[in-house]
């Protein structure tokens, strides 16, 4: 049996995004009402602000989040820096968390 290399010789990108907000979405999108947070990382913006695993985010910058396509797209429009608005959704009750990214 020998060795041989498979796979790319590069690191793929994020997807060209600028920032993260630390966070694990739920990819199964069987939550409805926006997109349910799986995790969130330690030490990044999204657990600096505040959020919690079991969130709901339900808009950024005041932008419906209605599941991964629309996240994604609204971190497209964000900068490293900026201080944005995150809409969630947490044990029933709206509350909006200030993320500085």
């Known amino acids: 049996m020998t060795f041989q290399e498979a796979g790319p010789k590069f690191q793929r990108s994020r997807g060209g995004y600028k920032v993260t ?4 979405p ?3 999108g069987v939550e409805k009402r926006g997109l349910r947070i799986d995790s969130v990382t330690k ?4 657990d600096k602000a505040g959020m919690k695993k079991g969130d709901i985010i339900t808009a950024i910058e005041g932008k419906k989040v209605g599941g991964i396509h629309d996240y994604m797209s609204r971190l497209q429009s964000l900068e490293t820096g900026q201080q944005i608005s995150v809409d969630i ?3 029933e009750k709206p509350t909006v968390l200030i993320v500085q990214l």
Do not use: S
Not at 21 to 24: A, E, P, S
Not at 43 to 46: D, M, Q
């Open 89 to 91: 959704l947490r044990d």
């Open 21 to 24: 907000l630390g966070v694990m």
């Open 43 to 46: 030490g990044k913006p999204a």
């Open 26 to 28: 739920d990819f199964a």
